[in-house]
C-alpha cells in the first residue's frame, strides 16, 4: 500500500520530514552497541547579540534538528550559556520521552543574556561522564565576553580564549573529545573556533541561513553517525545494486524548480502524487525526500534540478568501514587510508573485483587527488593519499566498487597549511606559525627567497618563527618564495609554502586562509602604525572600568542576597579601586554639602539686604 504522496509547507513541517531522511540516515550507518556509541553535547548561546545575528531563530531550528536525528540508545544532551551556564537537558539516554523534553527547548534558547562564556560552558558540557566518545557541538556568533565583575577587562576575557586554547583543548583531544563549531556571525571569534575544532579533530563551519545551516549539521553527523551512499552523477543517475533493502533520496532544488520526476529501471516515471508502492515522497520548497523500501535493481534517473549537495543512501548487508578519517588535513603532507567492507552475518560473498580508492574534492567537487588503495590481510586496504595542494574546505571521498556493487562515504575536512605565515610591516618581519601539530622548532627549518636574495628564519618559540625583511619600498608588491625543511619519523622532506605578497595592501587577503587560525587570531600593524607591547590600563580606564562594573557586581550581591552582600564589599575592601571610589563618593557628598550651605547663606545675605 502507498503511504501516500505529500505536497509540503514551508516551516517546522518541512524540518520534520528532512528530521525524518537524516533519521533514515543514521540507521543506515553501522549498528553499534549502545556502550560504544558516541554522545552528542550540544552547547548553545544565548547571549544578547543572539537576537541580532540569529533573526530566524536557526538555532532554536537546529535544535529541533538535531535532536531528533539522533538514534535510539544514543545518550545526549542540551546546555545554554551567556553571563550563566544551564542545562535545560540534562545527559540523557535517547528515547521518547527524552525527544518530547527536547522538543520544549525553544523557549530556554531564547532567555537572553548579557555576556559570552564559552570556557565555563564547555567545561559543563564536558564534565558530564560518557559511555562512547563524546561530540560537543559549540553555536556561538560572538567573542568570548566575561562579566567584569569577575576582573579587570579585557584582560580575563583573554585569558579565557588564551585557557581554552592552551589548556582545555589540548586536554580535550586527549580525552578523545570532538568539538565541533558552529558560527551564526562575521563577528564571531572564526580563529578561535577553528582552533578548537583543529586541536580536537572537530569540524568548523560559518552559516548565515537554513540552507547553511543544513549543510553543516550533515556534515557533522556524517562525521559521528557515517552512513552508506550510491555515486549519484551529473545527469541525475544512480545505480541499485541487488543487495540494497532500502534508499533514502535527499535532492536539494530551488524554490521555483519544476516538479522532480523519478525514473526506475524498468523506465516506469514517478512524480510525487505517483510515488512507487510503498514509498514517502515529501515536496518541500527547497528538496524533495523519498524514501523507497526494496528499490528495484539496476540504474535509476532524476529529472529536474538535482542540486549539488543531494545524496542517496542506502543501507545492505555490505557496509563500507574506515580507519577514522582526520578533520583536519595539511598543505604538504599526505593521509594514510585504511577501508574494507564488513558483512552482515547472513550476507553473500564478497562482491567480485573488489576496488577501493580515495579522493579528496575541493568545495566545487572537483577532484584535486586520488589514489586506489593495496589490498592487504583480512580483507582491507590501505594506501596514502597525495599531499594535498589546496587549502579551506574540502571533501574525503572513499569510494568501494565491484562486480554489480558500489558504495561511498563523504566526509567533510578542513585544509590547512603546515605552516602559517603573515607579514608584520610595522615590524619589518615575517612571523610563521606550525599549524601541523608536529612540526617544531628541533625538526623544522625555514628559508626565504625575495628577489635571489636567501633569508632564513628563526626560531623564536617551540613552533614559532620570525623572518626579518630587507628595507623594503612599501609601493613595491614583492613575492616572497618560503620554504620549510622537515624531518619527521626519520625522512626529511621539503614543502613549499604559499607564496606571500609583501606589501600593505595583500596582507588582509593573505592573513585568511594561508594566515591558518593561529595567525588570523592575531593583530598586526600597518607600515605607518607603532608596534607596541600592549600598555597596562592607565588610572582613568580602570576608574571608568570600575564605575562600569558597579551596577553588574551589586546586581550579583542581590541576587546573592544580605550575606552575599556583605561578604562581596568585605572582599571589594581589599582592591585599591574601592577606596578610590569610597573616598571619590565621600568626596562628592562634602562637595554638595559646602555648595548648599554656601548657596543658603547667599540667599540669606541677599534677604537682608535693604530695598531702594
Same mark, same amino acid.
Request: zero cysteines; hydrophobic letters at 45%.
Given at each position: ?115 559570552? #562564556? ?17 561530540? $560537543?557541538?559549540?553555536?556561538? &556568533? ?11 577587562? =579585557? ?11 592552551? *589548556? ?15 558560527? +551564526?556571525? #562575521? ?12 586541536? @580536537? ?8 541561513? =537554513? ?7 550533515? &556534515?557533522?553527523? *556524517? ?64 528538496? #524533495? ?10 540504474e535509476w534517473r532524476l529529472e529536474g534540478r ?27 603532507? =599526505? ?25 579528496? *574534492? ?18 582491507? +586496504? ?8 589546496? @587549502?579551506?574546505?574540502?571533501? $574525503? ?27 608584520? =610591516? ?97 593583530? +598586526? ?17 580602570? +576608574? ?66 535693604p530695598h531702594v
Open positions: 500500500m502507498r503511504s501516500g504522496a505529500w505536497r509540503g509547507r514551508r516551516g517546522s513541517h518541512a524540518r520534520w520530514w528532512l528530521v525524518l531522511w537524516l533519521l533514515g540516515a543514521v540507521a543506515m550507518a553501522a549498528a553499534q552497541p549502545a556502550s560504544a556509541r558516541p554522545d552528542v553535547r550540544v552547547v548553545v548561546d544565548v547571549s544578547g547579540s543572539m537576537k541580532a545575528h540569529d533573526p530566524d531563530r536557526l538555532a532554536a531550528s537546529a535544535m529541533g534538528l538535531l535532536v531528533s536525528l539522533l538514534p535510539e540508545g544514543a545518550s545526549a544532551g542540551v546546555w545554554t550559556f551567556g553571563e550563566r551556564v544551564d542545562n535545560p537537558l540534562p545527559l540523557g539516554r535517547v528515547e521518547s520521552a527524552w525527544r518530547e523534553r527536547a522538543l520544549a527547548l525553544p523557549p530556554a534558547l531564547r532567555d537572553y543574556q548579557q555576556y559570552t #562564556d564559552i570556557e565555563t560552558a564547555l567545561r559543563r558540557a564536558v564534565d558530564a561522564e560518557a559511555n562512547g566518545g563524546r561530540h $560537543l557541538i559549540l553555536m556561538t &556568533d560572538g567573542v568570548i565576553d566575561l562579566p567584569p565583575a569577575r576582573g579587570a577587562k =579585557p584582560g580575563i576575557d583573554r585569558d579565557s580564549r588564551r585557557r581554552l586554547v592552551e *589548556e582545555l583543548a589540548p586536554t580535550l583531544a586527549d580525552q578523545g573529545v570532538a568539538v565541533h563549531a558552529i558560527a +551564526f556571525s #562575521d563577528e564571531a571569534d572564526l580563529a578561535l573556533v577553528e582552533r578548537l575544532a583543529q586541536s @580536537t579533530g572537530g569540524l568548523a563551519a560559518r552559516v548565515d541561513s =537554513p540552507e547553511g545551516l543544513l549543510g553543516a549539521f550533515l &556534515d557533522i553527523f *556524517e562525521r559521528i553517525f557515517p552512513a552508506d551512499r550510491l555515486p549519484l552523477d551529473d545527469e541525475g543517475r544512480f545505480i541499485v545494486d541487488k543487495g540494497v533493502d532500502s534508499l533514502s533520496a535527499l535532492v536539494f532544488h530551488e524554490p521555483d524548480a519544476p516538479p522532480l520526476t523519478l525514473v526506475a529501471p524498468d523506465g516506469t516515471r514517478y512524480q510525487a502524487e505517483t510515488a512507487p508502492e510503498g514509498a514517502n515522497w515529501q515536496v518541500e520548497p527547497h528538496f #524533495d525526500l523519498i524514501r523507497l523500501p526494496e528499490p528495484q535493481a539496476g538535482v542540486g549539488e549537495r543531494s545524496r542517496i543512501s542506502v543501507s545492505g548487508p555490505w557496509h563500507l568501514r574506515t580507519s577514522p578519517l582526520p578533520a583536519t588535513l595539511y598543505r604538504g603532507f =599526505p593521509v594514510p587510508v585504511e577501508a574494507w567492507l564488513e558483512a552482515e552475518a547472513d550476507a553473500a560473498n564478497l562482491p567480485g573485483n573488489l576496488t577501493l580508492e580515495v579522493a579528496l *574534492e575541493d568545495a566545487d567537487g572537483e577532484e584535486q587527488a586520488s589514489v586506489v588503495l593495496n589490498a592487504g590481510a583480512e580483507g582491507r +586496504f590501505e594506501g596514502e593519499l597525495p599531499p594535498p595542494d589546496l @587549502t579551506g574546505n574540502a571533501r $574525503l571521498v572513499v569510494r568501494a566498487s565491484g562486480d554489480g556493487f558500489t558504495r561511498q562515504r563523504s566526509q567533510a575536512v578542513n585544509v590547512l597549511p603546515a605552516i602559517g605565515a603573515v607579514h608584520d =610591516p610595522a615590524a619589518g618581519r615575517v612571523v610563521l606559525v606550525a599549524e601541523h601539530p608536529r612540526l617544531t622548532r628541533d625538526n623544522t627549518r625555514i628559508r626565504g627567497d625575495l628577489r635571489g636574495e636567501s633569508l632564513s628564519a628563526e626560531a623564536v618559540g617551540e613552533a614559532r618563527w620570525t623572518l626579518s625583511l630587507p628595507s623594503l619600498d612599501p609601493e613595491l608588491r614583492q613575492p616572497l618564495e618560503l620554504t620549510a625543511t622537515v624531518t619527521l619519523d626519520g625522512e626529511t622532506r621539503e614543502l613549499n609554502l604559499p607564496q606571500l605578497m609583501l606589501n600593505p595592501d595583500a596582507r588582509v587577503g593573505i592573513a585568511g586562509t594561508e594566515a591558518g587560525p593561529t595567525l588570523a587570531a592575531e593583530r +598586526f600593524a600597518g607600515p605607518d602604525d607603532q608596534a607596541a607591547p600592549d600598555a597596562s590600563p592607565s588610572l582613568a580606564d580602570r +576608574f571608568v572600568e570600575g564605575v562600569n562594573a558597579v551596577p553588574a557586581k551589586l546586581r550579583l550581591a542581590w541576587q546573592a542576597g544580605w550575606p552575599g552582600l556583605v561578604e562581596r564589599v568585605r572582599g571589594w575592601s581589599h582592591g585599591p579601586m574601592f577606596w578610590i571610589l569610597l573616598a571619590l563618593a565621600i568626596g562628592l557628598v562634602l562637595l554638595r554639602l559646602l555648595w548648599r550651605h554656601t548657596s543658603r547663606s547667599a540667599s540669606s545675605r541677599e534677604r537682608r539686604d
